[in-house]
Every structure is written in structure tokens, then in C-alpha cells.
């Protein structure tokens, strides 16, 4: 028995070592597995970002046969090494590859399978159906198939760096950096300009795009092609719907593995009620602009086919289609010779006018408004369904619209009247002098509309008089709506300071609006941002001053709060600046679209509250 209880025993000794053997060189298997994918997906995402930059290459520049075959050879290579990342995957990991992948990821990764086979059966395929097999082996359609794989690639490495906690002022900062380099590269092809354009401008012109100022150093049409002009327009929609809210849309939408963290992030950029209502918030921001867009672009062509009788057609539907997504996207940029005031413009109906000022003011209402007039309307349909099917509504919601929607609606509307008014009384006998009533109220409506943001121009400013300049530049200073595609310190910011003076002055120790307190931290952040933008304005001025003495100093007041509160309009002295001087701008408007303070606290952190409570004193302020 004592020889058999030993045997049991070294039987069971060794069993042991040999599963813990056996669990150890899975552990081991499993990391190899993990690092082998880890190290796949480091080098496909590379992959993604050189074939992005062979695709810029491809279109960009006029290549010789033997260059081409280069650029051809490089993309196979980099199609092999997404299939080989696609197949691992699939070979080594497939649960988790099923669950994570979505429909569209599916897509791509069998398109990419697809183009890899198809040279293997090309015999056989050309054989049964020749113009099949000619469509497959087409260069086009295999260029689309690996472009539309590494925008998803990028997605999802959007999305991981975004799970990664990273700050998100810094993270919205260097987004805008990033496409800002990226547009200013763009801008430099040799496709993109007729005669060539220096990087300086190229770095100036993509930077308004991208902040959509409108500001530039160059004539728009002139400068360049229709390539160049759709990469500008690309920039200025990515500008305008916010880098991090166009980036994430993609990566949320092709990604099937989001971070609660990543998510939240989100939710708050884009004002969304809760993390399930994010998906629907993003298809109903993005459906709003293309439909808006689209909308616009259509009753531009309408208001001026008529009128710009040396274009085209298609020239016609393109410069309504960019005119309306500039106009969305409160960036200012034209692609007519003279911009908004060509005289085949100026000698129209004026219809043009009253669409273009429309689509800028629902450019500049601001997303949290729509999303919230959204859900009061969905609101009301489901109110009068109760009624017509004579149920009673428990527990909806007694207040449809909140306070921010209150305050940005109300301060809109009373800015648009006050502004038109003040410019028909102070300029009919003066820029508007000599045209039609109806004319000069179209022209009041226009250029007390664009000076808030989006700096379109039909009347240069030097025309205007004192008392007109100076509200031209109290406009450009206030702005639009918050989390808008306006700039300036934005109508909310200017609501809650107003909000904050009256209580002061009637001794209030709160400060109310509509039923509603308005919290401390947004009164707050209202009046740092008030006494930032003055403070920066201030700054720029002074440099741009010292930096260009030999400009009126009046132009370069104009030029500073144009660039800063990202509006685009100018005295005429754009092009003149030297390459410090736009270097300056850059910065400028840089800060004005990302939001000094925002970057502030994003560079500094946030910073708690001491553990003790210092005594109160008083400030003698009088």
C-alpha cells in the first residue's frame, strides 16, 4: 500500500507539473499571440497611413510611366500586408474577430481579400466573363477598395488613442494641428494651384479653411484648380463640423469596440442626452448639414444660373455646392471672381443674398440648439399621437426647450434685427446709397448677418461709415451660437455676462434667466472668456502693429479681430502681411476656433481645491 500511495503520489506530482507546464506555454502561446497581433496592427495602421500618402502622391502629381509602376508596386505590397493582417485575425483569433468587426469593417476586409485573389483567377475569370474580369483588374477600383480600408484602419486608431483617457482639449487641439498640416501639404500640389503657391500661403489658407475663417492671401479661383478647391472644401467641412466630432462619427460608426470613456467624450462634444442617444445624435448632426447643405446649393443655382451666364453648368453646380458649404460652415470662402460682391452678383435679384444669409444663420444656431429643437419636435408628435388616440402622457417632460436654447434663439433673433436695422439707417445714404429699397434691405439683411461669422462680403468695409465699422466690429467679437459653426465669443457667453451685470446691478445674489438659475461654473467660464478675448485681442493687436507698421493701422485692427474670432473679413491688406505677420494670423486664428480657454485648461489640468478653506475678505472694487 505504501509503495502504491507513493506511486499515487509521484503520478500526481507529475500530472501537475505537466499542466502547469502545459497552462504556462499557453500563457506563453497566448502572449506570443497577442504581441504577434499587436505588432500586426501597429504595422497596418502604418500601411494605412503610407498608402494614404501614395494616394496623395497618385492624384497630386504628373507621373512618368516608370514612377508610376512604383506607386502600383507599393500599393500591392501594402494590399498583401492588409490581407495578411485580415487572414491572421480571422486564423488566430476568430471569436473575438466576429464579435469586434462590423458590418463595414466586413466590407473592407473582404474587398481587400477579394483584390488579392482576383489576380490568381484572372485566367479563369476573363475567360468566362471578359468585361468582369476587366472591371476587377481595373486600378480605380482597386485604389478605392485599399483607400476605403485605411480610412476604416484610421478609424479604429481613432478610436483606440481615444480609450486611452488622452486630454481632450489637447486631443481637439492637435486634431486641428494635424489637418491643418495635412490641408497645408494638399494645398501645395502641383494639381491643386495653376502657377504654383508658396508653403506660407498654402500653411495661411489652410488654416482659415480648417478654422474656418475665410481669410486668405491668395485669389480663391485664380489660385486654384477645381482639385484644389474641393481639398479646401473638404478642410472647410472638417473645420466646420469640428474635427474630433467628423473623426469620431467614423470611428464610432466602423469601430464595434468603444470605450464607455471614449463615448462620454463624445457625448459631450456633441451635447448628447445620453450614450445610447450618441449614434442617433451624430447621424441626425451630420444629416442636418448634408440636407441643409444640399438644400442651400440648390437654392443658390436657382437665385443665380440666371445671372452667372459665363459659367458652365457644371461650373454653376460646383460653385453652388462650395458656396452653400461655405456658407454652412460660416467660412467666408468664395470661388467667384470678387467674391460676394462680382457685379453679376450685385446687378441680380438679391435672392442669393437672403439664402446665403439663411444658411449662415443655420450654420451658426448651433448643434446643442438643433439636437434640442429636435427632441422638442419628436416632443410634440408624440404628444399629438396621445391626443388623437385619446391617451393620457405620464411622465414626459414639462419644459421642451432649455435654457441654453432659450438664450441662443432669443439672442440671436434680437441680435439679427438690431444689426439690420442699425445698418439701413446708418448706411442709405452712405454705401447703400442709389439702389432700390428693396435692394438696400436684401444688403442691410446680408452684411449685418455675415459680420457674426461667416465674413462674406458684398460692401467692402472701408465704405462704411464710423458708427456702422464699429458695429461691424462688435459683431465679429460676439459671434454665433456655442458648439456652432460661427466663431467670436459666442451670443451664449455675451448672454450670461448681460445675465450676470443685471443681477449685479439689482443686487441679486443669483443670476436667473427664464425660471432657471444659471450655475457658477458657466458664469464663470463666461467671464474668463470675455476678459481672455480681450486680452488676446489686445496682444495680437499690439504685435500686428509692431510687425507691420506701414499698414493703417485701422485695416490692421480690422484684420486681428477677423482672425481671432475666426469671421474672414477684410480691409484689403491680407495679401500685403509678411510671412511673420501670417505666421501670426495662423496663430490667431488657430486660438479662436479651438477656444483659448479650453486649451488653457487643457495644457494646465485640472486643478483641485486646496483640502482647507482659506477666510473670506473682500476686494475693494468700485
Known amino acids: 500500500m505504501k509503495i502504491i500511495g507513493n506511486i499515487h503520489r509521484h503520478l500526481r506530482r507529475t500530472y501537475n507539473r505537466m499542466r502547469l507546464s502545459w497552462h504556462t ?112 483588374s481595373g486600378q480605380w477600383l482597386n485604389i478605392g477598395i ?73 485669389d480663391i479661383p485664380a489660385t486654384f484648380t477645381p482639385f484644389g478647391q474641393g481639398v479646401l472644401a473638404l478642410l472647410i467641412q472638417i473645420g466646420g463640423l469640428g474635427v474630433l466630432t467628423f473623426t469620431s462619427f467614423f470611428a464610432i460608426f466602423f469601430s464595434g469596440n468603444t470605450s464607455i470613456y471614449s463615448q462620454l467624450l463624445v457625448k459631450d462634444m456633441i451635447s448628447s442626452k445620453s450614450v445610447n442617444a450618441l449614434m442617433p445624435t451624430l447621424l441626425y448632426i451630420f444629416m442636418f448639414t448634408i440636407v441643409v447643405e444640399l438644400t442651400g446649393a440648390l437654392a443658390v443655382w436657382w437665385t443665380t444660373h440666371d445671372y452667372l451666364t459665363h459659367m458652365s453648368p457644371g461650373q454653376q453646380i460646383s460653385f453652388s455646392l462650395f458656396h452653400s458649404l461655405s456658407a454652412f460652415c460660416n467660412a467666408g470662402f468664395c470661388t467667384l471672381p470678387g467674391g460676394m460682391s462680382n457685379p453679376a452678383l450685385l446687378n441680380s435679384n438679391q435672392s442669393v443674398y437672403l439664402v ?13 440648439v438643433l439636437v434640442n429643437i429636435r427632441d422638442a419636435f419628436s416632443e410634440y408628435i408624440h404628444r399629438m399621437f396621445n391626443r388623437v ?39 442709405r445714404q452712405n454705401s447703400i446709397n442709389g439702389m432700390s429699397t428693396y435692394t438696400q434691405v436684401c444688403q442691410s439683411v446680408f452684411n449685418a448677418t455675415c459680420p457674426r461669422s461667416s465674413g462674406f462680403q458684398s460692401i467692402s ?19 454665433g451660437a456655442s458648439q456652432s459653426t460661427a466663431g467670436g465669443i459666442k451670443v451664449n457667453t455675451l448672454s450670461a455676462s448681460l445675465l450676470t451685470l443685471r443681477a449685479t446691478i439689482l443686487g441679486k445674489n443669483k443670476v436667473t434667466a427664464y425660471n432657471r438659475t444659471i450655475s457658477t461654473g458657466s458664469i464663470r467660464r463666461a467671464n474668463a472668456i470675455v476678459t481672455l478675448s480681450l486680452l488676446a485681442l489686445f496682444v495680437y493687436t499690439t504685435a500686428l502693429l509692431l510687425l507691420e507698421p506701414g499698414l493703417p493701422p485701422k485695416a490692421v485692427i480690422f484684420e486681428t479681430v477677423s482672425a481671432l474670432f475666426t469671421v474672414g473679413s477684410s480691409l484689403g491688406i491680407t495679401d500685403q502681411l509678411s510671412d511673420i505677420s501670417k505666421i501670426t494670423l495662423c496663430s490667431a486664428m488657430f486660438l479662436g476656433r479651438v477656444d483659448i480657454i479650453s486649451l488653457l485648461i487643457g495644457i494646465t489640468g485640472n486643478q483641485t481645491n486646496p483640502p482647507i478653506d482659506f477666510p473670506t475678505d473682500n476686494v475693494i472694487i468700485n
Open 461 to 479: 468695409p472701408v465704405l462704411f461709415s464710423p458708427a456702422t465699422f464699429l458695429i461691424v466690429l462688435l459683431l465679429m467679437w460676439i459671434g
Open 356 to 368: 446665403t444669409s439663411i444658411i449662415v444663420l443655420a450654420g451658426g444656431i448651433g448643434f446643442p
Open 146 to 218: 485599399l483607400l476605403a480600408y485605411s480610412i476604416v484602419d484610421i478609424s479604429y486608431a481613432v478610436m483606440r488613442i481615444m480609450n486611452r483617457r488622452t486630454n481632450p482639449p489637447l486631443m481637439m487641439s492637435g486634431s486641428f494641428l494635424v489637418f491643418i498640416i495635412i490641408g497645408s501639404v494638399l494645398l501645395t500640389l502641383p494639381k491643386a494651384t495653376y502657377n504654383g503657391l508658396q508653403y506660407t500661403d498654402a500653411l495661411f489658407v489652410s488654416t482659415s479653411a480648417v478654422c474656418i475663417t475665410g481669410l486668405t492671401t491668395v
Open 25 to 136: 506555454q499557453m500563457r506563453q502561446r497566448q502572449s506570443a499571440i497577442r504581441s504577434l497581433l499587436r505588432i500586426l496592427d501597429i504595422a497596418t495602421f502604418f500601411g494605412a497611413l503610407g498608402f494614404m500618402v501614395c494616394f496623395v502622391l497618385y492624384i497630386g502629381y504628373e507621373h512618368s510611366p516608370s514612377q508610376l509602376q512604383t506607386l502600383y508596386s507599393t500599393m500591392h505590397s501594402l494590399r498583401w500586408l492588409f490581407a495578411l493582417n485580415i487572414t491572421f485575425r480571422l486564423a488566430i483569433n476568430f471569436r473575438q474577430t466576429i464579435a469586434e468587426t462590423r458590418i463595414v469593417k466586413w466590407i473592407v476586409d473582404t474587398g481587400i481579400l477579394v483584390s488579392v485573389a482576383i489576380p490568381l483567377l484572372h485566367t479563369n475569370i476573363a475567360a468566362s466573363w471578359p468585361a468582369l474580369a476587366n472591371v476587377l
Open 389 to 427: 388616440r385619446h391617451r393620457k402622457t405620464y411622465g414626459r417632460q414639462i419644459h421642451l426647450y432649455n435654457l441654453n436654447t432659450k438664450l441662443s434663439l432669443y439672442a440671436t433673433i434680437i441680435l439679427f434685427l438690431l444689426s439690420t436695422i442699425a445698418f439701413f439707417i446708418f448706411e
